[in-house]
């Protein structure tokens, strides 16, 4: 079992290419109250999970509600790809306003897999290329968390190490 220690309060990114799991992790671990999928508001805002043009509106509503969610004092993760840099330091950002603690995992699954996975997807529409993208931004994001911001860097490699993940809680105080 790999045990991840998560601040009882966070903001816990997600971070994994397209099919690596990200959205089966979170329904897992989190209440579904916690988790705010770039998926669930393309489709608040757009009616449509995939419409990409509306994914700089999503993003703001998101981290609207992230926020709000911060100031409460309330645990939150962030189920988006969280691949690209300037993606990540919005939400680095959001936490350090609200005095909480930002913490990644990353989901790392070999890229046959995940395209297999996607293949198998109505929902999914995109090419293999776009998948080979999502890969190198992974590659490039590992250097990179910790110097960030993130203040714990959970990575999970592979399928058995990913489905024997259990989160502990810490306490704050
Ligand atoms: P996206 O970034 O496109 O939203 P994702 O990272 O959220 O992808 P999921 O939707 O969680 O990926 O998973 C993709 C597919 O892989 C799903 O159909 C799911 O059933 C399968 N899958 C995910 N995790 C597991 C797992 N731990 N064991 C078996 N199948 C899994
Ligand atoms: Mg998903």
Redesign the pocket.
Known sequence: MTTLDIPELALVA?V???????????RRHFRPSQVL?S?AFRAMVADDENDQSASADAFDALHHVAATRLRRGRLTVV???NLQPHARAGLVRAAREHDVLPVAIV?DVPEAL?WE??E??AD?TFGRPVLARMQRDLRRSYGQLAREGFRKVHVLRG?AE??AAEIRYEKLF
């Open positions: 997600l994994g290419i397209s099919g690596s799991g990200k959205s089966t992790f979170a999928s998926d189920d988006a790809t989901l995940a996975r996607t198998g997807r999914r399928m990913i489905d």
